[in-house]
T-cell receptor
């Protein structure tokens, strides 16, 4: 475990389903992030939270809805996704300008 | 121009050789620089951080930073098959930006 725990590790969902991804960090960091990584593509920043306040939304479609109830927990709520949303979703946390610690990711498949 | 550009791969080196990875970045306010290693199907793992100009060595890894040229590199000495992975350059300006990565294959 890296100190950042993501669940579930794998998720298969239909286009009409609603599901949520969960991330928890045990490192006392003040910032948390959601990244998307599609096959053979670089990491794409989706959302940034600092002290549980959203500071960046990188033009992400509204079918992705983040929630950060406190500095240790981050959720990504999913609804009416498209097959092209299938990817590895990574959560990360950091403290100030230090490097990020990533979770193991959720491998999402939309059918 | 992309925020972060890395030398195109894949890079194939024989076991025991030096692998050289390069990265240029466009954000002049970047003050911290990180190298991540990502094995296939896994999440990125921080392997090196560098904050000031010059060289920083950590085991078989050496990072080199030149802020004036907006250039950072990573050398892997005595490459091992376990070094086969994608290496991501990540400068930190007001946020962490990632390059597309360079895939390294070490041939036994």
């Amino acid at each position: 475990e890296t100190g950042v725990t993501q669940t579930p590790r794998h998720l298969v969902m239909g286009m009409t389903n609603k599901k949520s991804l969960k991330c928890e960090q045990h490192l006392g960091h003040n910032a948390m992030y959601w990244y998307k990584q599609s096959a053979k593509k670089p990491l794409e920043l989706m959302f940034v939270y600092n002290f549980k306040e959203q500071t960046e939304n990188n033009s992400v479609p509204s079918r992705f809805s983040p929630e950060c109830p406190n500095s240790s927990h981050l959720f990504l709520h999913l609804h009416t996704l498209q097959p092209e949303d299938s990817a590895l979703y990574l959560c990360a946390s950091s403290q100030d300008r230090a490097g990020y610690t990533f979770g193991s990711g959720t491998r999402l498949t939309v059918v | 121009q992309k925020e972060v550009e890395q030398n195109s791969g894949p890079l194939s080196v024989p076991e025991g050789a030096i692998a050289s990875l390069n990265c240029t970045y466009s954000d002049r306010v970047s003050q911290s620089f990180f190298w991540y290693r990502q094995y296939s199907g896994k999440s990125p793992e921080l392997i090196m951080s560098i904050y000031s100009n010059g060289d920083k060595e950590d085991g078989r890894f050496t990072a080199q930073l030149n802020k004036a040229s907006q250039y950072v590199s990573l050398l892997i000495r005595d490459s091992q098959p376990s070094d086969s992975a994608t290496y991501l350059c990540a400068p930190f300006g007001y946020k962490l930006s990632f390059g597309a990565g360079t895939t390294v294959t070490v041939r036994a």
